[in-house]
């Protein structure tokens, strides 16, 4: 099963530019915690990040966020991420499985595992409305912030190239 260090190691950097863009402008103090943790855990003053061209600053954080010692970081900071700037994908993806969530798409508790059949019927439309590249990240995180996941889910994940994350 992915973790969020795997989902930020193989991240496109499109999306991860898209991410880090969104915290930036929505979520400025997460954004400058996130530059401050990531930066002393490399002896680093923030301020050397900061002046870092955006492009690199994001490919750095992306970098630093794909090592195991920034699981939890890297969890909230896609939690934050989905839920702000993806909720319309969140709730199509519930809404094609019928699975009752509120205004963010998000539920209270994960229910048992559909059909893969079921699953891949409720996948399918997200490409053609959503970032395909976004929409891979949301599978393998939905898959990862949950500590069972969904066996259907995985199996999925593995065997179309669509969900493939590739940096």
Not at 103 to 111: D, K, R, S, V, Y
Not at 139 to 156: I, K, R, V, Y
Request: aromatic share 8%; charged share 25%.
């Amino acid at each position: 099963m992915p973790t969020p260090h795997d989902i930020f190691a193989q991240m496109p950097a499109a999306v991860a530019d898209q991410l880090f863009s969104f915290l930036q402008e929505k979520e400025r103090p997460l954004y400058q915690t996130t530059l401050d943790t990531l930066a002393k855990q490399r002896k680093l003053r923030t301020l050397f990040v900061e002046r870092k061209p955006r492009p690199e600053r994001h490919a750095w954080m992306r970098e630093a966020l794909g090592k195991k010692v920034n699981e939890s970081v890297g969890a909230h900071l896609l939690q934050i991420w989905l839920v702000g700037a993806h909720a319309a994908l969140l709730c199509d993806f519930l809404d094609g499985l019928g699975i009752a969530h509120d205004a963010n798409g998000t539920i209270e508790a994960l229910p048992p595992a559909p059909a893969k059949a079921d699953l891949a019927k409720a996948i399918e439309p997200l490409f053609a409305k959503h970032d395909p590249g976004v929409v891979a990240v949301y599978l393998h995180a939905f898959q990862a912030l949950d500590d069972q996941g969904w066996s259907t889910l995985a199996e999925l994940l593995a065997e179309d190239p669509r969900l493939k994350l590739a940096a």
